[in-house]
């Protein structure tokens, strides 16, 4: 079979791994500095952290938003989080999370992304964050985002903050610049199929030193821990918290794989992108089959189509051994979320049609030709 995912493990990680399990020292500590350190260097950004998963992330990102500066004015319950309702439910459990309440965003039919004339149509003066998500790892127009934000300055008085969920998007890059890099808060999976992982992990990227130092801080219940000291009597003991905080950090196994790992990821990278550009090449014209528009240089996580008698197709591909799904179902249909009903005309649509088939690095060419002769052989 086909798959979808698959893991990816360096080959040189073993024995790393095993002289941090074998060193008394396993949990947050020198590797997780060595991997914030390449994470950085690597994305462009310098504010960047670790943490144990990419819904760790999402939910310090909105707890982060929720005070106020001198140049944000911070959101509370009764204020508004714009999100996409095509995600992983991860996204809209870290509103939840925060108390916010919902409304959702439409999709762009040619792109599976937000629908950015709905984003600006459903601004209020309730709406104080955007979040939004670079399905199958390809890049919302991050530009087109800036003009919302300065239309919203225009109409309210403040530019709304976004969050990007770049949970399919590491290595992906809009404006020449690697998505992370772009002066919003930026939150990475590092989870088991992604194309970094550390087994499990997550990496949030902030958009200065603010934000930065008090994210760091609430990673881990609050404690500084460059300041553990009683009374200058015991290092082990934590210093005053001034703001309660979570257990979200890594530790030094998932760090150390991390590093092993990372090295390999622009070349994963650019085996789907080549892979993608086939199919972009092959599947033209098909009757039935829609391909989605690409913006920036995206990782391609996940290939995505639109196909006329979807389920029909799917379970034509499984039975020749090809693997292809939606991966993730509407948000806005669950039960703890039924209070934010609202027409979704576009999702409707495009939920009916939607796929996503196998692009990943582990494909020969022989499996690209197959793909694209089974899609052939069940549409022309």
């Known amino acids: 079979m086909l798959s979808l995912f698959k893991v990816f493990m360096s080959q040189d990680v073993i024995q790393p791994v095993n002289d941090v399990l074998m060193s008394g020292f396993v949990t947050q500590g020198k590797k997780v500095d060595e991997f914030e350190e390449a994470l950085s260097d690597y994305i462009g ?27 944000w004015p911070g959101f509370d319950d009764e204020d508004v989080v714009l999100t996409p309702a095509l995600t992983c439910f991860a996204t809209t459990s870290a509103i939840l999370a925060n108390n916010a309440k919902i409304r959702w965003l439409d999709v762009d039919p040619s792109t599976a992304n937000i629908n950015i004339e709905d984003l600006k149509r459903k601004l209020s003066p309730k709406t104080k964050v955007i979040y939004v998500v670079h399905w199958g790892g390809c890049a919302v127009q991050l530009d087109k985002l800036r003009e919302v934000q300065d239309y919203c300055f225009d109409q309210y008085g403040f530019r709304p903050m976004i969050v990007e969920d770049c949970a399919h998007a590491f290595g992906a890059s809009f404006e020449g610049k690697k998505i992370g890099s772009h002066g919003n808060i930026c939150v990475f999976s590092l989870q088991a199929i992604k194309h970094l992982t550390t087994g499990d992990g997550g990496v949030i990227t902030l958009p200065n030193q603010e934000l930065y130092e008090r994210c760091k801080l609430l990673r881990w219940y609050g404690i500084d821990r460059d300041k553990r000291n009683y009374k200058g009597k015991d290092f082990r003991m934590e210093n005053d918290i001034l703001e309660s905080g979570y257990k979200f950090h890594m530790n030094d196994i998932n760090a150390t794989i991390g590093l092993h790992n990372l090295p390999h990821v622009d070349g994963l990278v650019a085996k789907d992108r080549s892979n993608a550009a086939y199919y972009d090449e092959h599947l033209q014209g098909i009757p039935d089959v829609t391909l989605l528009k690409h913006y920036g240089d995206p990782a ?8 006329e008698r979807k389920n029909d197709f799917i379970n034509f591909m499984k039975d020749n051994n090809i693997m292809t799904s939606q991966v993730h179902n509407r948000n806005d249909i669950n039960s703890c979320v039924k209070e934010y009903v609202e027409e979704l005309p576009n999702l409707t649509v495009v939920e009916q049609d939607l796929v996503c088939i196998p692009v990943g690095w582990w494909l020969e060419q022989s499996d690209l030709e197959h793909v694209v002769s089974k899609i ?3 549409f022309v």
């Open 376 to 378: 052939k052989e069940f």
């Open 45 to 71: 950004n310098p504010y960047t952290l670790t943490l144990n998963s990419a819904t760790a992330g999402l939910t310090l990102a909105l707890r982060l938003l929720k005070n106020a500066t001198d140049t």
């Open 300 to 307: 391609f996580w996940l290939y995505t189509i639109r196909v």
